[in-house]
């Protein structure tokens, strides 16, 4: 009923609108000839120039062609590019209606029903082309209209015209203006107002040096003035280089300007709309980039074509995370569309020579990325601003090192260069307080498939165009253009600790989203199950206890409410078992539904695995998704137990888990960990630096309440075993590490030899987010290890998780004292 109404209503509105614009003065645009068809003799008879045809504006093209094409009835209206008429203001029926294209201009500015919906119901008479259009009978090219009633039209001056049209035009271009009628006067002005018989009269054409709009009209006694035209022309500057457009800056000093026969030969052709340029007269300043991103639909080049490139300067960020206009750098561009133009002058023109990265060329920073906040320049000291020095310029890389493992068709590598971080046991490189490794070089292949780990390297050099996407600077090239590639000797390892007759055993080992869900991307792997459990059996020499992170629930992905993780945990018993393994026993506290982020449906949580043969699980009551743990009396309140899990701190994290565990008569208890990601967090070749780490702020809250239950367990006994290990999501030397070790902890990570000390790879800087501590009391009798089987490997080499895990071995007594840390047993 609702929607038969409408109809009613708006068939009433049309025959109103009709009603009023009969009585109303007519608008003319010309004066229209004689012979006049209807909309459904033009449909039958689609075929003819300058064809005149009435009708009643009843809409526009909503979509489709052909059969498929539908109509848009009613305001408001998305688009200004055609019109639909029919025979009646009422007609529905998309088989008597005929849609007609709007050119630009006049036509188009006086018709459209986006910008003038009071159009809709109108008759009106225009004069074009019948012909095909949206694969129905149509109406094109469209030259002339008029609104029409019952009295003819007043007589109306044709309107001016302008060779060249409005656009980009080269200082001290010519305009001509003219009107089809015949003997009219053409008046003009130049300064934004409408023009009358009192402005400037045309007498030649008009001379841009500057930009301008020009505003005309035509004038001729007995007939009414044509309706105002208007041209506007942007002024592009000529004679500039590519360096002069680059500037020794992160922005063009000539952002949102229009150049002209800007020259260069074509380097690199990213797809059919961009390609890359470089200039053949470099200047000799370094600072300055000889290389620009081109835009240009459809622009049909190839390396070597020398090209004169006419359009308006960008700073455009390319491609990138959902926020990357907040944290990208942009790339300067011409982007020669909307009168812009890429005209070939030769082809098969030499490449310039490239610029040679490290040693053999130009040095790369290899500490600083920026230490300025972009307030100098300074492309010799500054990572950011030597990479952007470099924009769109060919460069090489001499005998490329692979420091992490290929990732979304990329690799991140490097080269000789003076000063540049050492490489740890895996063939990478370690981040520190203050290296963030700037040497780090992305080179994108565009190959996903390509395998590649830490340690291979590639005998020969890598040619490429530098450019920037997803929060890096990347040197552009294709799988084909490699040189030779060799596999280097990075294996996975095996830990030497092993749990003994009074040595205990524990690790941390973050199992990357793991479930009983074998489907999906997702889902856990029939392969990825086996090879955690091989890893836990043969690689970490099955530890008395194991905390495990990321979790899931028995369906993992599946989002159904349903949080209970029994059939995850017996999934991966079985396999250990299979493999050899303890007969290991689970315990974890389901997280509430949604509450505890990941995966959503996923519900991550931490939990523990141990060998009842080595160790069992302290007497006392499971706790709940909402009750918090407490320490009296020298055990928990609830084993296992939450830490404080109703504070805000932990809103859509991973609440920590305590449990106590007694080994050969001795109570030691362990707080799995997993603290809130760094997502948020902006790059560190971002446009913001020094780069805001939000995430920071719930770590350190995590961190401090870790830390006062550790204090606690330590007021109500002082001689307490205490063991936190998990992912926490943060570097050895950052402020949460410090907080959560605070005076109670020692950090074994620290202990651990800087060559050894990393445990996931992030854009090719190895790093530690994984850690174990101990407290004080254990660290006399602690040896530590991780274990490097993942995070430098992709699964083509057997990787299982995109974690190393950490291995400790302790030596539990009443009071170990404090003494020299070792570190093998």
Partial sequence: MKTKSYKKLFSLALIMVFIVSMLSPMVSKKAIAADVISVSDAISNNTGSDKTVEGYIVGAVKGGSGTSISFQLSAPFSQDTNLAIADSPAETNKAKILPVQLPAGAVRDGLNL?????????????????????????HKNAKSFSFTGDTPSEPQAEPVTASPDSG??????????????????????????????????????????????VKAIAIKDGLKNSEISSFKYTVALTGLRIHDIQGASHQ???????????????????????????????????????????????HGLKNGDLVKTTGQVKEWVLD?????????????????????????????????ATVVLGDKGRHIPTQIIDNDNFGLFDPKEDGIDFYESLEGMRVEVDNPKIVAPQNYGELVVVTNNK????????????????????ERIFVDINDSSFIAKSGDYFKGNITGVMSYSFSNYKVLTNKDQLPTFVEGKTKPETTKLRGKHKKLTIASFNVENFSANKDGKDGTSDEKAE???????????????????????????????????????????????????????????????????GIPGGNIRVAFIYNPDRVSLAPGTKGTATQAVEYKNGKLSLNPGRIDPANPAFENSRKPLAAQFL???????????????????????GKNQPPVLSSEVQ????????????????????????????????????????????????????????????????????????????????????????????????????????????????????DCGLHNFKKAD
């Avoid at 035009?169 to 009358?196: C, H, I, M, Q, R």
Wanted: aromatic residues 6%.
């Fill in 252 to 298: 063009s000093p000539f952002a949102n300007k229009s150049v002209a026969d800007v020259e260069g030969v074509v380097t690199h052709v990213v797809d059919a709309n961009n390609f890359y340029m470089q200039d053949t007269t470099p200047d000799l300043d370094e600072n300055t980039s000889e290389g620009i991103l081109i835009y240009k639909k459809n």
């Fill in 320 to 352: 990138g995370y959902p926020d990357k206009l907040k944290t990208d750098l942009p790339v300067t561009e011409i982007n020669a569309e909307n009168g812009g133009s890429v005209t070939v002058t030769e082809s098969g023109h030499a490449l310039p």
């Fill in 419 to 438: 000063g540049n971080t050492p490489f740890n046991t895996s063939g990478a490189i370690n981040i520190s307080k203050a290296d963030y490794n700037p």
């Fill in 531 to 597: 090879r955690i459990a091989d890893s836990i059996v043969h690689n970490l020499n099955a530890p008395d206890i194991v905390g495990l992170i990321e979790m899931q629930d028995g369906d993992g992905p599946v989002n159904d409410g349903k949080t209970d993780a029994k059939d995850s945990a017996d999934r991966l018993i079985n396999e250990i078992k299979a493999k050899g393994g303890p007969s290991y026993e689970y315990t974890d506290i389901a997280p509430i539904d949604g509450k505890d982020g």
């Fill in 699 to 814: 770590r350190l809250q995590i961190a401090g309440i870790v830390n006062n239950f550790v204090k606690s367990i330590k007021a109500d006994d002082p001689k307490a075993n205490v063991v936190l290990l998990g992912d926490f999501n943060d570097f050895e030397f950052t402020p949460a590490l410090e907080e959560v070790k605070g005076n109670e902890l020692s950090d074994m990570i620290q202990e651990v030899p800087y060559p050894e000390r990393y445990s996931y790879s992030y854009q090719g800087n190895a790093q530690v987010l994984d850690h174990i501590l101990v407290s004080n009391n254990l660290k006399k009798d602690t040896n530590v290890d991780i274990v490097h089987i993942n995070s430098q490997f992709m699964e083509q080499h057997g990787r299982a998780s995109d974690h190393d895990p950490v291995v400790v071995q302790v030596k539990l007594k009443e």
């Fill in 663 to 685: 080994f050969n008569g001795e109570k030691v208890t362990v707080i799995a960990n997993h603290f809130n990601s760094k997502g948020g967090d902006q790059p560190m070749f």
């Fill in 168 to 213: 980009l035009v080269k200082s001290g271009t010519k305009v001509a203006l003219s009107t089809a009628t015949e003997n009219a006067a053409v008046y003009y002005t130049l300064d934004g107002t409408n023009p009358t018989s009192s402005s400037s009269r045309y007498s030649e054409p008009l001379t841009i040096n500057e930009d301008a709009t």
């Fill in 114 to 138: 986006k910008a003038h919906p009071e159009n809709l119901g109108k008759k009106v008479q225009i004069t074009g082309d019948l012909m095909a259009y949206f694969s129905v009978p149509g």
